[in-house]
């Protein structure tokens, strides 16, 4: 099988020196820096825990539903570290890997260590894994989302405002205000960017 003349991840043609892999050389060192960032005692995963337990370490998620008052955004953090998240897109990737000779998978443990362990062998067998693994672009996809996710949690990020406007056909749509114009359901009638900025916020109903 004649290996591909370009990266699989960006469009960079791959140069001499990297003949023979699918990725190329800055497109490793970006995954290399996203699955850091998700390990270790200051990592991401190890803060995103810190949101479920505040101030108890990184022990993994224990959730109580009836006390206490809840996190706006529990959910999301929990789908991310508890068994499932972060740690399984991880080892499922340890596992992957090791079937083409990429490092083993090791015993298992509380989650962060978990995590830190699959992370440290998916970079210990990166390089390697950038020449032999067809996979790269989905590990690099996936490891990407995961930094993605906690990032966006951790800086608390928010879905954009959503503002509810009346078309004079009395229908209500939520627009962000970023919106780049939105058709009326009512009346089908288009509204553009700033069309639809000046339309008449529609009243909140009073209690
Ligand atoms: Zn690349
Ligand atoms: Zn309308």
Redesign the pocket.
Known sequence: MDAPAA?T??P?QLLDHETGRH??T??EQRIDQNLRKLAGPAGLYARLCLRIQPGRGSDGPVVTRSAGHPIPCNEAVLSLTANGGIVSTLETWVEDWASYGLGIHGPGGRLQHRVDQAVDTLRRNLTRAAHRHPAMDEFGREIYQAVRQAEAIISGERQPRRIPVTCPCGTVTSVTLDTDGFECRGCQRGYGHSEALRLQVAERRAA
């Open positions: 990266c991840i960006c960079r990725i190329c800055p497109c």
